[in-house]
């Protein structure tokens, strides 16, 4: 079974409007680590959030913010505003304290149109 | 800047050939980890070297091997190659000196492996 769920495969939106892009996790440790990642067109790996499994304040950083609800294992992503660099694609992974690798989701590419 | 590099960018071969990919890292952190990305897929965790001893390994056959150096780089090696390995490999290196599950991992620009 995937340890992370990403429904939406692609979405395209005008810029300036805000997007969500969704994650679910599967995991029955405790304790856990969840990141997003966005990769654009050169395809390095570029880091943005992590969240440990006892801190479910949201965060915002800038036209970032982040969604955690352990009650729906869910750790969404929101752009506000968005821009055309905004444009990649963006996994979700999942850390957990017993193991030592991350499990990525299948990402979602997101487009945004000037 | 990760300070993780990769090389080659791009690569060649033919079904059966064998590969080396390798990667170094500037924080000089005693663990790497090599993740293969299909495309329109995520990465998937290969495996992982920590103190150049492997330490935990996903679901790859063991003709994907690897080498960790005392200098903290490593190298990922794939025997008899076929035509299903043609992805992006990427290389990871935590960003604090505690444990792996808590860091984030800061990845290498990756290496364009094309098997035909």
């Known amino acids: 079974a995937q340890k992370v769920t990403q429904a939406q495969t692609e979405i395209s939106v005008v810029e300036k409007e805000d997007v969500t892009l969704d994650c679910v996790y599967e995991?029955?440790?405790?304790?856990?680590?969840l990141f997003w990642y966005k990769q654009p067109p050169s395809g390095e790996l570029v880091f943005l959030i992590r969240?440990?499994?006892?801190?479910?304040q949201n965060e915002i950083s800038g036209r970032y913010s982040w969604n955690f609800q352990k009650s729906t294992s869910s750790f969404n992503f929101t752009i506000t505003a968005s821009q055309v660099v905004d444009s990649a694609v963006y996994f979700c992974?999942?850390?957990?304290?017993?193991?030592?690798?991350?499990?990525f989701g299948t990402g979602t590419s997101l487009t945004v149109i000037p | 800047e990760t300070g993780v590099t990769q090389s080659p960018t791009h690569l060649i071969k033919t079904r059966g050939q064998q590969v080396t990919l390798r990667c170094s890292s500037q924080?000089?952190?005693?663990?790497v980890s090599w993740y293969q990305q299909a495309l329109g897929q995520g990465p998937q965790f290969i495996f992982q070297?920590?103190?150049?001893?492997?330490?935990g390994r996903g679901n790859f056959p063991p003709r994907f091997s690897g080498l960790q150096f005392p200098n903290y780089s490593s190298e990922l090696n794939v025997n008899a190659l076929e035509l299903d390995d043609s992805a992006l490999y990427l290389c990871?290196?935590?960003?604090?000196?505690?444990?792996?599950?808590?860091?984030?991992?800061?990845f290498g620009p990756g290496t364009r492996l094309t098997v035909l």
């Open positions: 990871a290196s935590p960003s604090g000196k505690t444990g792996v599950s808590y860091n984030e991992q800061f």
């Open positions: 969240r440990n499994s006892f801190d479910e």
């Open positions: 070297y920590y103190r150049e001893e492997e330490n």
């Open positions: 992974a999942l850390s957990e304290d017993t193991g030592n690798q991350f499990y």
């Open positions: 995991t029955r440790d405790t304790t856990y680590y």
């Open positions: 924080s000089g952190h005693n663990t």
